[in-house]
């Protein structure tokens, strides 16, 4: 498989998750051919290749804007109604911890703002979201159902909920 070689070459892959939602097998089946289908969004095999994922919303080319949701297919590769049993494609699924550093420091590298945005540090812009639950202490299956009550960009609040 060609995954091998992007690491060879320093290359980084800027995908989507949303785009990967099983809902949407149909549409990739169409587009790439079923012979091409199994590999689709091979998450796993990038990181285990040692290459960068670089994670966005694809808005507004996408199915929704929330984050949340790619974060869920990225985690789970199933629909929010659990479709299919399993995960489409479920070796690619990757963790919780590497779904959301391809969000945040890896969107940061691959807009080349590494040395300001990306983590929570001293010097860096206060970019940041407060979550209505600990995505680490609830079942992935429920990652879709986490809200976002605030969020802070360059130390700013630009949103808030009104039941924050």
Sequence with gaps: ???????????ETSMQPI??????????SKAVGEQRL???????????????LVFGSDWPACISLNPIRGIHNAVNRMTTDGKPVGGWIPTQKIS???????????????SFDEQEKGYLKKGY???MIVLSQDLFL???????????????????????TPSF
Excluded: C
């Excluded at 199994?38 to 960068?52: E, G, V, Y």
């Excluded at 919780?96 to 691959?110: E, F, H, P, S």
């Excluded at 079942?139 to 969020?151: E, G, R």
């Design 1 to 11: 498989m060609a995954v091998e070689r992007f690491h060879q070459r320093g290359l």
């Design 19 to 28: 785009h990967a939602d099983p809902g949407t097998i149909d549409v990739w």
């Design 38 to 52: 199994p590999l689709s969004f091979p998450w796993a095999s990038f990181l285990q290749n040692k290459t960068k």
């Design 96 to 110: 919780l911890q590497d779904a959301l550093y391809a969000y945040t420091a890896g969107a940061a590298y691959g």
């Design 125 to 127: 812009l206060a970019d």
């Design 138 to 160: 609830i079942p992935s299956k429920d990652i879709h159902t986490t809200q976002v009550l605030l969020t802070i960009v360059g130390g700013k609040e630009v949103y808030r």
